[in-house]
């Protein structure tokens, strides 16, 4: 698994003008928006080149070749969850000392407590989206995994406004919840998303091996 986790961070390295150009970019955008959007934007952007180390190792029936080296299937999905949550902590740290910094130029008064409580929100969203990315390009491939992810996403959200319209015919008083929800510290949310987002990791790289082992090559 090491073997792949340097192969990986190799494969990032040669992209290094890349990452130099996404981030001038976010430090760009992040001057006329919340000093927060930046690490969002970087750690999921970092996402998106764990799927591309993925489509690389699948790009000319490469997995057979891999399966020769040292590293067996289960190796394989732990190594791109382990350099997925790596990459995803290296870009939230990075967004972090760059939003912090912004935050200082434009106010003088900064609370940090509340500051990183909004900072750590990122981190489960990121390991959220990593548990459900992962097994998709595992199994549907780069171009296939888009289109069913879009179709997935669009499902929930059709789902998600169905409940809501349901629940307003029925008298419940959504604003009612909605005050509930914002009253609730941020500390308990990230701690409740924090949960969520292990669990989620747990499934998905059970979810993930299985889809290896069944895998042909």
Known sequence: MRGML???IRLMLQQKKFFIF???IAIFINY???D???IGYLTFACSIFVLSTMSY???DNCYPFLMTLPVDRKSYVKEKFLF?????AVAWIVGVVISLGSHIIRTQDLAYTEFFLMAVIYIPIF???LSITIPFQLKFGGEKSRIVMLGTVGAVFLVVHLLIKLAENMGVDIDAIENALSAVHIGLINAALILVAVVGLMISYMISSAIME????
């Open 32 to 34: 006329g928006s919340d």
């Open 36 to 38: 927060y959007f930046i």
């Open 57 to 59: 190792d699948e790009y």
């Open 127 to 129: 390991m959220i989206l």
């Open 84 to 88: 997925g949550l790596l990459l995803g």
């Open 6 to 8: 340097t192969k990986d």
């Open 22 to 24: 996404l981030i001038f």
């Open 214 to 217: 069944k895998k042909d090559f």
